[in-house]
């Protein structure tokens, strides 16, 4: 990635004399005192942040590239080349940035919380730290892979109680203990409740990001399937409520005849609400449709 916003700034440097021998770009004597005191303290580097061209320059500077030749022609294609890349690039650490799992701290030591964020950091993670579980609840839920760390004595509740709170809230929020004060009861207790792990301090730093690996995949394989239950919900949502029960009484088991029966409809008007079912539905065959509703019926 550095070297693509490398790329950027020295085609930028190289297209300067081009583009005001073309009119586009004002000449290094008209340029603003604040700009000039910058090149004289960065020599030649320019701020990638203040380098803006406007979609009409760009294809002036493409028209005057297929009359020109020589060097400037060069100059001008060089630097046309670094902003596509310095674009790409600038896309592809945006989502990076957006997309980047969350590591959830929250422990009332202030001296653990800063040596989490920085081994959380350090892994590639983002950390977000916190004193209390009202500090925490207070965050916005993320959608990304996440995971929490979490002490098992905080000074409002305990380490137990917010992982109730955190299974009926957060379900896609995998927890894993770090604590100075466990024994075998509460270990037994927080792994029955669903935590990833359960670590004494002080531990290992690898273990500990062993066992966050693991909670974000965990993280991350809830999340996809709740994106696919929405997406179910929404289709089972446009269906009419005919549609709803017809679609009901099949997964059920139940034949044409008897779905007919049942609502008191011809088979040829069930058959004709099966096909707009199988259709809104997505359904490539009964069977698909009858794990479709599993999935609803489990959402439910």
Not at 12 to 26: H, K, N, Q, T, Y
Not at 66 to 93: C, H, I
Not at 189 to 210: I, N, Q
Request: charge should be neutral; hydrophobic fraction near 45%; aromatic fraction near 6%.
């Amino acid at each position: 990635m550095d070297k693509l916003f490398e790329t950027k700034r020295r085609n930028v440097l190289a297209i300067r004399e081009s583009a005001c021998a073309f009119g586009l770009a004002a000449k290094p004597a008209e340029r603003t005192a604040h700009a000039r005191s910058g090149a004289a303290q960065g020599g030649d580097a320019i701020p990638l942040s203040r380098i803006n061209l406007s979609e009409e320059t760009l294809v002036n500077l493409r028209r005057r590239l297929a009359a020109t030749r020589g060097p400037k022609r060069e100059a001008v294609n060089d630097f046309l080349q670094g902003m596509e890349l310095a674009q790409t690039a600038d896309a592809g650490s945006s989502m990076s940035s957006q997309d980047q799992p969350v590591v959830f701290v929250v422990d009332d030591d202030v001296s653990v919380r800063l040596s989490l964020e920085s081994l959380i950091r350090s892994a590639g993670w983002c950390p977000k730290a916190f004193e209390s579980a009202l500090a925490f609840f207070s965050h916005p839920r993320p959608n990304v892979p996440n995971c929490l760390i979490l002490d098992v004595n905080l000074p409002d509740i305990s380490g137990l109680d917010l992982q109730k709170l955190v299974s009926a809230e957060w379900t896609d929020t995998p927890i894993v203990f770090v604590t100075g004060f466990g024994d075998v009861a509460m270990t037994v207790k927080a792994m029955k409740a669903g935590a990833v792990e359960f670590l004494m301090k002080p531990f290992h730093a690898d273990t500990l990001l062993s066992a966050v690996k693991e909670a974000l995949e965990r993280s991350r394989t809830a999340l996809e399937f709740n994106l696919e239950v929405r997406a179910l919900q929404d289709r089972h949502a446009s269906l009419s409520c005919r549609e709803q029960e017809v679609m009901a009484l099949v997964v059920s088991g139940l034949l044409n005849k008897q779905v007919g029966f049942e609502l008191g409809i011809s088979e040829i008007t069930v058959k004709a609400h099966r096909g707009q079912v199988m259709r809104k539905m997505k359904a490539r065959s009964l069977p698909d449709l009858v794990n479709m509703a599993a999935r609803l019926n489990y959402a439910h």
